[in-house]
């Protein structure tokens, strides 16, 4: 296992917001021109302009390419010897080939597990090519080769040709064949820290099982780096990277020191050109020796003179199989040139030998320059659907499932959480959390994330079916997912007299405040039977206890004034009392009516009178406190209460006020901000990738009519609703000149929410999409032009700056992902799942609440150069029909440090949970709470606190310039 320790509980804190130390330059604001053939890269992306070959004896993809392709995804293409891979430095030639120059030559494929076709599919190629792999390796026990860096190319081949284990655990153990450590290559901006580091123990576990793990981060095709990966990477034990896309332009030399927000650092490899820019050196075996003369000349600005690195390898594909032969012959007849054939675990573990006398280049913080390689950033906001389906499975298992059951349930789930991880992490891949593959792939992503909610629902309500036994009877139990003690809002339903005018509960000896919702009808049904059909609709109706969805409690016959004889049984939600003898009570009613067979009888199913009532109760740091009926009190003082009319919401802290144009004000926190929730839509002609608008754009902006409603006036809870008619073109004309003059009506209805004493506002979308190619944000107006914005990513809050670097063939839009808050000055954007957004111009905040498009690669793209992978159609990638989104936004002055801005994503990301009280084991104490864990610290923040799970782990970052002690 990497070795994250064996505390208990993993905190994490938020490290001080980090500017990367290396030079941003602003990039290109348009697709530059390139030198040479069109490229076609996901991938490929070169620091050089890149030739195609297809010649026998190179590398050999397994299976057909994919539709519409130019070879392949990343078809890793020759550099021929005329073809520099970087112009060098001002002031520096290009050296000539040194004496003896090695090439570490690295034989290996990239997987992509599932992508324009579907997993299984994909994984019927993978066995074919692992079957001929494992026959060459056997046969020449010369070769070597990496394994992709994830253990799940194992375990999908194994799972389909279990006998080969044992030769894979040979080749492993020979050190011949390098394996993990991740169980998956995942991309690291769009699922949580938690998941990377599952991802890496699951791998680093598996890997060790099956002989030794690679000690190398290898990252060879995420889409950018976050900034705490040389953290992580050390904690487990690693302290190499290797990786490719984001590098900045400042990065000159193939090594460098990548340094994370709290100072720890990994020495890291940078794929010079991509993970495969050596795959077709031996295409040509006669001209070998020059093409590799060539490599080393044109890679030597990077290299230096004495030492390069070669991946020979590309997307689903083995090596040639006269390989070996090839090295060796080049070995044997060239004095200039030695081709070392190794693993990257051998490349990586002999670095240090490497003599490099120039001088050291280093960077802290996140990778993601487009400077060297595409970085395809709108993956951020494809398939906004599948961020929030893996939002929801993260929260729930680390911040509910785990750590409740650890400290309040019995025997330790383990099996059904391990199984829920591997389908977070499985989804992970880049290809599937990025929302780039084929509609098959989507929707079975959907499924992952499905049945990960489902796991860690039910182990949850299995611990919460546990305190509310230890609650009682009769007793409501708030549940804090926190590990520090706050308030909360929940809702409740108490049965309570309809002569009763207010509802009083208490919580321990405190009276708490309450809101009223809402009340049930109490009559469920109500129909008239001949005595001799009452014991047949019992039989057809009864459930054991359970009539129309109801617990059985008692039952009347009333003959006494009335017309006919009438039977009322009484049902509620819960037993009440537990223990009923339910035969006997229909044995009593059926006999009552068979004596007066023809008789008609009306019979009423009546529940308790319920009303739906929000409490706002106090609980202690990861523990419980429980709410029950007060027989006496007066009505609680409820602080900042919420007062809500046709002008808006306020609590004393925020203010909300409408504008006829359906934007609203929103005061607090010493700012105001004019302008809220301006809905802009624009036409998209790009793919999953990349974002791109048709030439001549049009955006939609204002609304054709607009209708406002509240929906709840407090004083717990303010609620208002603002519906807006938008016209909006249908689509993109085919050619991508313009969007279309026909158009579609769209309702967009804002929710916008006020809580007693919360300061920032709740903000809840909902419309039916029924346009195509289209980009559609929300905007948030600020006080004063800002020049960088702050967003909390896996383990840190990272700043950027407005202009990201660029210049590959790619507009560099200044839109970066959040995971759980974007800030600027002026307000925080609190938010439910991993959201993209942009700070427009320095003066507007805008999140992108859907993104449509209809291809996975457009080969016309109007901001990328080169295809980014086949063009293929997804008809789903347009999210046609109804869509939602959820977040919130608290206004403060000044940046996001001096504000309660991680207090509040606390409290808005982690909700209170309910559980009504039963029957069980002894009741808690007398004040009605039950203590959990608790965590201190300025800029601490819990991942995970887990049960008997090897692994788990404590761990933090400083917030502040000086250490967390």
Known sequence: MPHFGQERVRSWARAKPQTCSGRRAGGATGAAALPGPRRFRKSTGTD?????????????????????????????????????????????????????????????????????????????????LVDELLARMAADRRMRFTLDGQCATVDDYLEVRPEAESQIRRLVGEGRLAIGPWQILMDEFLVSGETIVRNLELGWRRATELGAAMPVGYLPDMFGHIAQMPQILRRAGIDRAVVWRGVPKAIDRNTFLWRAPDGSSVETEYLVGGYGQGAHLFDVPDRLASKLAGYVRANAPFYGEQSLLAMYGTDHAVPSPRLVDLVEAVNRTRDD?????????????????????????????ELRSGARANMLMSVTSARIDVKAAAARAERLLERYAEPLTALHGAAWPERPLELAWRRVVDNS??????????????????????????????????????????????????????????????????????????????????????????????????????????????????????????????????????????????????????????????????????????????????????????????????GWSTVELATEGQPAVVEHAVAADDHGLDNGLVRVALEPDGTFTLAGGGVTLDGVGRLVDGGDFGDSYNYGPPRSDRLVETPREVRSEILERGPLRGRLAVNRRYDLPRGVEADGSARTRDEVETWVRTEVELRAGEPFIRVALGWDNRSRDHRLRWHVPLPAAVGRSSAEGQFAVVERGLEPEG????????????????????????????????????????????????????????????????????????????????FALLPHGGEWSAADVLPAAERYRHPFLVARGAHGEPAAADDGALYGLSIDGHGVVMARSAGAVTGSSSVSWPSTPRPVP
Request: net charge negative; charged share 30%; aromatic share 6%.
């Open 337 to 365: 040139i030695e081709v070392r054939l190794a693993t990257l675990a051998e490349y990586a573990s002999g670095a240090a030998d490497r003599d490099d006398d120039r001088p050291r280049r280093e960077w802290t913080g």
């Open 429 to 622: 891949a880049h290809d599937s959390i990025c929302g780039c593959s084929h509609d098959a792939v989507h929707a079975q992503v959907l499924t992952r994330y499905a049945e990960a909610e489902q796991l860690a629902r039910g182990v949850l309500k299995r611990t919460l079916d546990r305190i509310g036994r230890r609650a009682g009877a009769g007793r409501w139990v708030a549940v804090n997912p926190s590990p520090r003690a706050r308030e909360d809002l929940v809702e409740i339903d108490v049965a309570v007299p309809r002569d009763v005018a207010a509802v009083h509960l208490r919580s321990g000896a405190r009276i708490v405040p309450t809101q009223e919702l809402g009340r049930q009808e109490p009559l469920v049904d109500e129909l008239r039977l001949r005595g001799a059909e009452i014991a047949q609709w019992f039989a057809r109706r009864l459930h054991g206890r359970e009539l129309l969805g109801r617990q059985v409690n008692g039952a009347s016959i009333e003959r006494d004034g009335v017309e006919h004889p009438r039977l009322v049984v009484a049902v509620d939600a819960v037993a009440d009392p537990p223990e009923l003898d339910v035969e006997e009570l229909v044995d009593g009613i059926t006999a009552a009516a068979a004596a007066r067979p023809d008789e008609p009888w009306d019979v009423f199913v009546v529940a308790s009178d319920r009303r739906r009532v929000l409490v706002r109760v106090e609980a202690p740091a990861l």
């Open 48 to 128: 050089a302009p890149w030739c195609c070959r297809d010649v026998d004896g190179g590398y050999r993809s397994s299976g057909a390419r994919p539709p519409g392709a130019r070879r392949g995804r990343r078809r890793a293409l020759a550099i021929l010897p005329w073809m520099p891979s970087q112009a060098p430095a001002a002031g520096m030639s290009a050296p000539a080939v040194p004496p003896r120059a090695v090439v570490h030559l690295v034989p290996h494929t990239h997987w992509d597990r599932e992508w324009y076709e579907p997993f299984q599919t994909f994984r019927l190629r993978l066995v074919d």
């Open 807 to 886: 210049g590959h063939g790619e507009v560099p839009l200044p839109t970066f992902p959040a995971v759980a808050l974007a800030s600027v000055a002026g307000v925080t954007a609190l938010l439910d799942q991993v959201t993209e957004y942009e700070v427009v111009d320095g003066r507007e905040l805008a999140l992108t609440v859907l993104r449509s498009f209809g291809l996975i690669s457009r080969n016309d793209n109007p901001y990328r150069e080169d295809p980014a992978g086949p063009q293929v159609p997804v008809e789903d990638g347009q999210r046609v029909g109804p869509c939602r989104f959820r």
